[in-house]
Every structure is written in C-alpha cells, then in structure tokens.
C-alpha cells in the first residue's frame, strides 16, 4: 500500500526530542524523526515503548523536555494543543456524549468560530466521507463503536488538519470490523490526502497500513524503513523478532572483508555471508523461506541442515513445522501446502528431513 | 415456620436476610427509628388542643397553621435562605469540585481536608463559631428583609457547599479526560472546555447537589439557631419555640409539612443519583 509520490520537505520534524517523567522515567529518550508530507507513518512498538507519549508530544498534550517538534516549518514548543495545525482520533474516540453527530463534528469548526452556513456545508462533506451522511442527527449512545469512531473521524478531518494522529485506531474493534477499517483508513487517506501518523502495537496492522514505520522500544526508535524493508531486512534483534516471526541460530562472527562476515555456529559449523555485524550475533531466518527435502542438498548458495520432526501446527494453506536440528531451539518453518495429497504434506513426528534455505536469504543480526 | 411458605428453597448457609434473629433485628430498628416520626404526622390530625389522648380527626390544626402569620414567615425565611444557599453551594461546590479533579497544586491534601471539615465538625460547636464571629466583626444587624437573612444564608452555605462539591466530585469520577482533552484538540480554550463537555457531564451531580445543600439549609436548627435573631426567624426555629410554649397539633402540622417537602426533594435528589449511574455505565 505505498506507492505515491510523496513531497521531499518533511511536514513533521522531530528533533532530539526526549520526555522524563518524574525526574527518572526516560519515557522518549533522544529521538530522531522526520515524516513526510501525504505519508502514512506510523509508530509501532510493544506497551510502554514510548510511541503514545510521543504521539501525545505531537498533539501538544505533554511538552517535550528536551528537543524540539517542527510542524510545517513552525516551532511547536510554545504552541498549546488548540493552536496546532494538528488534530487527533483518540482511543477511546472521546465522542462528546450530550451532542448529536452533527453538533460534535461542528464542534471543531465552532471553535474557529466559522459561518453557520460553512460550517452545515462541511459537516454534510465531511459526514459523507466517512459514510454517516444520514446519521447526522444521532446520538452517540444509539451508535455501534465502529460508527462512533468515524464520528470521531470525521469530527478531526472537517478542520483541514496539516497531520491526523490516531492512537491505536483499530485496537476497540472486532476482528472483521478491523480488516474492514484498515482498508478504509487508507483509502481515506489517499483521498484526503493529508499526512496520518497512526500508533499502534499491533504489527500486521502498521505493515498493511503504513508508507513508512518507525519501530520504537523502550523510549528508542530501532529502525525506520518502509513495511518491506523492515521485514525483509531488521537492522537489530528486537526489530527482526517484533516484526513477523524468524528463527534466531547464535554464532560468533568475524570480519571477513568485502561487506562479509565470517559466522561460527554450533551445529551449522562455519558460514561466510553478507553482513556487518560482529561478535555476538544471531543467524536469523525467515519461516516461510524454508524449504525441506529428503535428499541432501548440494547447491553452495544454500544453508542446509538435517532436521527431526517436533511439533507440528496445520492451518490449512501452510503447515508450521518445527524442526530440532541439534541448537537447543528448534527451528520454525512455514511450509506451503502445494500438493493436494495429503499423505505427501503431512509431516509427522519423529521424521527426519534436509531443512534448506538459501544464503542470501540469512541475517546476520547484532543487538 | 410459615416464612417457607412464599420461598420454597431451603435456606442456605450464607442466607442471612432469611434469617429469623435477622429479620427481627431490622424490624425493631425500623420501629424505633419510624413510630416516633408516623406518630407525630397521626397526631398532626388529632381533633385535640393538649395532644396527648387521640380524641377524633381533624385538618383544623393544618388550617390554623397555614393561618398563623409568624409561621408563615418563618416558613419564607426558611425558603429564602434556601434558595440562596443551594445557588451558591453548588456554584462554589462545583468549582471546589473541578479544581480537586483537574489539577495538582501543593497543599492540595491539606485544601481538600479542610474544605471537608464543616461535615465533621459538631454542628453546635459551628452554630457558636458563626455566633461568635459575626458578633466579633460586627456584622450589621436590624437590615431590612432579605439582607437581615444574609449572616444565616452565609453560614448555611459554609456548612452545606462541602456536601454538594462530594456529590459533584462522584460524577467527575466518571468522566472520560480524554473528552476534555479532544475539545482542546478541536480548539477549545480552557474555560470553553469546561462549558461545552464537563459542565454537561456534571449536570446530574449538579442538580443532586443542589437538592441536597436545599434540603439541609432547609431542615437545618443547630447552626440557624445561634445565627438567627427574632427579626429572622426560621421554620425550624420557630417550630422549637413552639414546641416550648405548647404542644398543639399544630406543632405537629408544622413538622409533617416540613417532613413532607424534605422527603419530596430527598426523592427528586436520590431519582437524580440514579440516573448519574445509570448514564456513567452507558457514556
């Protein structure tokens, strides 16, 4: 879901930034972002990470205590939450209960202190962009909470913000109501065309969503790469292990020139690959970059392993096999049910296979 | 035991509202606590200037009272003082009530005890304090209707706006910040937020508290009687006075009347409180 041209100036610049509460809790500690305009970026990272608390520094409700937030080419510092180009879809959705969805969409416009006329004009536009146009004269207790948060939507988009935040937008919603919304969310984007920076902890909603996502743990951004490149290519542990699923081998790695490392494994004896980290570092592959075999392999450019059935996990369209292959863990692998016959996919404990994946399809992963 | 017959399980162990000692218990209470007061209201109607002995119905005493000019205006004293001490209770309990709720300042706890003081402490030791005070300052006496109330109505809002600021206090429990913090995301100053979101939500607290600081600046004798003086009489008061002179089915009257509009507001009050939970659980 990333292809658009998106403009070079960053429409958000955060600067050093660092929030400590109480005097110790390093909240955000000394981060470094840029979002794009008409990006849809978002914050990705376990409980207690610091993503809320920077969304929250973003919007203007906590005041950095160190660094500086540049909105458009504004300092932000000195600017109070009612006075940003910013507005936010919370996580409760914070729909004003004693005023009809007309009257809270209107609210934000109220304040701005916009003709009768503009304002009826876009609210009806606005309505109609999240689909509730008929349900302008409903109260927020006779709506579902899906319905509640495209009021909620709709209330922050009807300002013409410069950035829409969403703090864990999906999280309140049931599994099929989910699915629905992620799609949703990004075609309204599209069509709005502004710049959305979503918070969530889920990872598969950031990886469906989002142009462009910043890992954060404990206060630190990881990484920050489009969904791809944060799959295909973590920059530490903790990324390559909170994104999708992977195996982790530990070895021991040396320099080997020419952007190789040479990396010294218990039971995978010692493999020459792409890489630059050194030291203590773990080999990490993918599970559905995993092939078995009962011949062994040959082809140099592929790691293999001889490996015994452990458990096995059927979900119709792949199989989640786990293979012992002497490290003490035991290797994941999602292999494709490509056959109809059953007995040929059926892996069955106690089985022993040629586990392969390529070379080039390793990690070589530091902390 | 002809109890079984209307619940046809057997007892268990933890049914303790079944129980004989139990049900016995609360009826002796419900006794004790209620003849005295059912008596007073029969009595009210009883046909009897001594109203000692039951001698025959009738409304004359009520007729007498809704005739008897002191009372009466001590009956709109009474009103008076009320009216303006729930204004201003809830007024100023429901701004003790927000900045107890919103903000963190120093000394807070100490603020918070003392403005909860008038609750715990003995009436009577207040009513003296007032006497006390308003005498040592000198506050002018002989004004002409209503200021002469305005000592009463000062004290009954020191002693009453504690009550309504707790009432108040409840509701805000329930109140979601991050609505506060939407309408200033929208734009809204701090004072618009406070109008437009918390101030709608407070509005079942409001309206309890209100009844309740009516109801005890209504009912309340202690405190009135030492802030009060024989140009401003109250209902309460005068009752007391009453009473002393003798106890005519009059007296009797005067009280069921106050009974019965404490109870009437009491219920509005309690009406209040339950659609506070009942909406909390629902927004």
Same mark, same amino acid.
């Given at each position: 879901?990333?292809?658009?041209?998106?403009?070079?100036?960053?429409?958000?610049?955060?600067?050093?930034?660092?929030?400590?509460?109480?005097?110790?809790?390093?909240?955000?500690?000394?981060?470094?972002?840029?979002?794009?305009?008409?990006?849809?970026?978002?914050?990705?990272?376990?409980?207690?990470?610091?993503?809320?608390?920077?969304?929250?520094?973003?919007?203007?409700?906590?005041?950095?205590?160190?660094?500086?937030?540049?909105?458009?080419?504004?300092?932000?510092?000195?600017?109070?939450?009612?006075?940003?180009?910013?507005?936010?879809?919370?996580?409760?959705?914070?729909?004003?209960?004693?005023?009809?969805?007309?009257?809270?969409?209107?609210?934000?416009?109220?304040?701005?202190?916009?003709?009768?006329?503009?304002?009826?004009?876009?609210?009806?536009?606005?309505?109609?962009?999240?689909?509730?146009?008929?349900? +302008?004269?409903?109260?927020?207790?006779?709506?579902? !909470?899906?319905?509640?948060?495209? =009021? &909620? *939507? /709709?209330?922050?988009?009807? %300002?013409?913000?410069?950035?829409?935040?969403?703090?864990?937008?999906?999280?309140?919603?049931?599994?099929?109501?989910?699915?629905?919304?992620?799609?949703?969310?990004?075609?309204?984007?599209?069509?709005?065309?502004?710049?959305?920076?979503?918070?969530?902890?889920?990872?598969?909603?950031?990886?469906?969503?989002?142009?462009?996502?910043?890992?954060?743990?404990?206060?630190?951004?990881?990484?920050?790469?489009?969904?791809?490149?944060?799959?295909?290519?973590?920059?530490?542990?903790?990324?390559?292990?909170?994104?999708?699923?992977?195996?982790?081998?530990?070895?021991?790695?040396?320099?080997?020139?020419?952007?190789?490392?040479?990396?010294?494994? +218990?039971?995978?004896?010692?493999?020459?690959?792409? !890489?630059?980290?050194?030291?203590? =570092? &773990? *080999? /990490?592959?993918?599970?559905? %970059?995993?092939?078995?075999?009962?011949?062994?392999?040959?082809?140099?450019?592929?790691?293999?392993?001889?490996?015994?059935?452990?458990?096995?996990?059927?979900?119709?369209?792949?199989?989640?096999?786990?293979?012992?292959?002497?490290?003490?863990?035991?290797?994941?692998?999602?292999?494709?049910?490509?056959?109809?016959?059953?007995?040929?996919?059926?892996?069955?404990?106690?089985?022993?296979?040629?586990?392969?994946?390529?070379?080039?399809?390793?990690?070589?992963?530091?902390? | 035991?002809?109890?079984?017959?209307?619940?046809?399980?057997?007892?268990?162990?933890?049914?303790?509202?079944?129980?004989?000692?139990?049900?016995?218990?609360?009826?002796?209470?419900?006794?004790?606590?209620?003849?005295?007061?059912?008596?007073?209201?029969?009595?009210?109607?009883?046909?009897?200037?001594?109203?000692?002995?039951?001698?025959?119905?009738?409304?004359?005493?009520?007729?007498?009272?809704?005739?008897?000019?002191?009372?009466?205006?001590?009956?709109?004293?009474?009103?008076?003082?009320?009216?303006?001490?729930?204004?201003?209770?809830?007024?100023?309990?429901?701004?003790?009530?927000?900045?107890?709720?919103?903000?963190?300042?120093?000394?807070?706890?100490?603020?918070?005890?003392?403005?909860?003081?008038?609750?715990?402490?003995?009436?009577?030791?207040?009513?003296?304090?007032?006497?006390?005070?308003?005498?040592?300052?000198?506050?002018?006496?002989?004004?002409?209707?209503?200021?002469?109330?305005?000592?009463?109505?000062?004290?009954?809002?020191?002693?009453?706006?504690?009550?309504?600021?707790?009432?108040?206090?409840?509701?805000?429990?329930?109140?979601?910040?991050?609505?506060?913090?939407?309408?200033?995301?929208?734009?809204?100053?701090?004072?618009?937020?406070?109008?437009?979101?918390?101030?709608?939500?407070?509005?079942?607290?409001?309206?309890?508290?209100?009844?309740?600081?009516?109801?005890?600046?209504?009912?309340?004798?202690?405190?009135?009687?030492?802030?009060?003086?024989?140009?401003?009489?109250?209902?309460?008061?005068?009752?007391?006075?009453?009473?002393?002179?003798?106890?005519?089915?009059?007296?009797?009257?005067?009280?069921?009347?106050?009974?019965?509009?404490?109870?009437?507001?009491?219920?509005?009050?309690?009406?209040?409180?339950?659609?506070?939970?009942?909406?909390?659980?629902?927004?």
């Amino acid at each position: 879901m990333a292809d658009q041209t998106l403009s070079d100036t960053p429409i958000i610049q955060i600067k050093n930034v660092s929030k400590i509460f109480g005097g110790n809790v390093k909240a955000v500690d000394n981060v470094d972002l840029e979002v794009r305009r008409g990006e849809f970026f978002a914050l990705l990272g376990p409980s207690g990470c610091g993503k809320t608390t920077l969304l929250r520094m973003l919007a203007g409700f906590e005041v950095p205590t160190h660094g500086s937030i540049i909105v458009d080419g504004q300092e932000m510092s000195n600017v109070p939450p009612n006075k940003r180009p910013i507005n936010m879809v919370f996580q409760s959705y914070a729909v004003f209960p004693h005023m009809s969805v007309e009257q809270n969409v209107a609210y934000g416009l109220k304040m701005d202190r916009r003709p009768a006329k503009e304002i009826k004009e876009r609210v009806a536009e606005a309505l109609d962009l999240v689909k509730l146009g008929h349900l +302008g004269k409903r109260m927020p207790d006779e709506m579902s !909470g899906g319905q509640r948060q495209r =009021v &909620a *939507l /709709a209330r922050a988009l009807v %300002k013409r913000p410069k950035v829409l935040l969403l703090d864990e937008p999906l999280s309140a919603l049931d599994a099929k109501l989910r699915e629905a919304m992620q799609l949703e969310l990004v075609r309204l984007q599209k069509t709005v065309g502004i710049t959305f920076v979503i918070v969530t902890h889920d990872q598969s909603e950031a990886l469906s969503m989002a142009n462009r996502i910043a890992v954060m743990n404990t206060g630190t951004v990881q990484q920050v790469a489009p969904p791809t490149t944060l799959y295909e290519m973590p920059k530490n542990r903790f990324v390559a292990d909170f994104i999708g699923k992977i195996n982790m081998i530990e070895g021991e790695a040396t320099d080997a020139g020419n952007g190789e490392v040479r990396v010294k494994t +218990g039971s995978l004896g010692e493999i020459t690959l792409k !890489g630059t980290a050194t030291g203590k =570092v &773990a *080999l /990490a592959v993918r599970p559905e %970059k995993i092939f078995v075999d009962e011949k062994q392999p040959t082809d140099p450019s592929l790691i293999y392993v001889k490996g015994k059935v452990g458990e096995v996990a059927y979900f119709g369209s792949y199989s989640n096999v786990f293979f012992d292959i002497g490290t003490g863990t035991p290797l994941q692998a999602d292999i494709s049910n490509v056959s109809s016959d059953i007995e040929e996919f059926t892996f069955k404990t106690g089985e022993e296979y040629w586990v392969y994946w390529r070379k080039a399809d390793t990690l070589v992963l530091g902390d | 035991m002809r109890l079984f017959k209307r619940n046809p399980d057997p007892m268990g162990p933890l049914d303790y509202s079944r129980r004989f000692w139990l049900r016995a218990t609360v009826a002796v209470t419900l006794f004790f606590l209620y003849a005295p007061i059912i008596g007073l209201i029969v009595f009210s109607f009883n046909n009897s200037r001594r109203n000692i002995v039951w001698r025959g119905f009738t409304t004359d005493y009520y007729v007498k009272l809704f005739n008897n000019e002191s009372l009466m205006l001590a009956f709109g004293n009474s009103l008076t003082i009320a009216v303006f001490c729930t204004i201003f209770s809830t007024i100023l309990g429901a701004l003790t009530a927000y900045v107890l709720w919103r903000f963190r300042f120093r000394g807070k706890a100490i603020y918070e005890g003392a403005m909860a003081l008038p609750i715990v402490i003995p009436e009577i030791c207040m009513g003296v304090a007032m006497m006390v005070f308003f005498a040592r300052i000198g506050w002018p006496t002989g004004l002409p209707w209503p200021f002469n109330l305005s000592a009463i109505t000062i004290a009954h809002i020191a002693f009453s706006f504690p009550f309504a600021a707790i009432v108040i206090r409840a509701r805000l429990e329930s109140f979601n910040p991050e609505l506060a913090e939407c309408a200033r995301d929208l734009g809204a100053s701090e004072f618009q937020v406070f109008r437009d979101v918390v101030v709608p939500h407070m509005k079942p607290g409001l309206i309890a508290g209100a009844l309740l600081a009516f109801t005890l600046s209504l009912d309340d004798f202690v405190i009135t009687f030492f802030t009060s003086g024989p140009e401003t009489v109250t209902f309460p008061v005068k009752i007391y006075s009453m009473v002393r002179f003798s106890v005519t089915p009059e007296v009797n009257a005067a009280s069921t009347v106050l009974i019965l509009v404490t109870l009437v507001v009491t219920a509005f009050a309690l009406r209040m409180q339950n659609r506070n939970n009942m909406l909390s659980n629902a927004a």
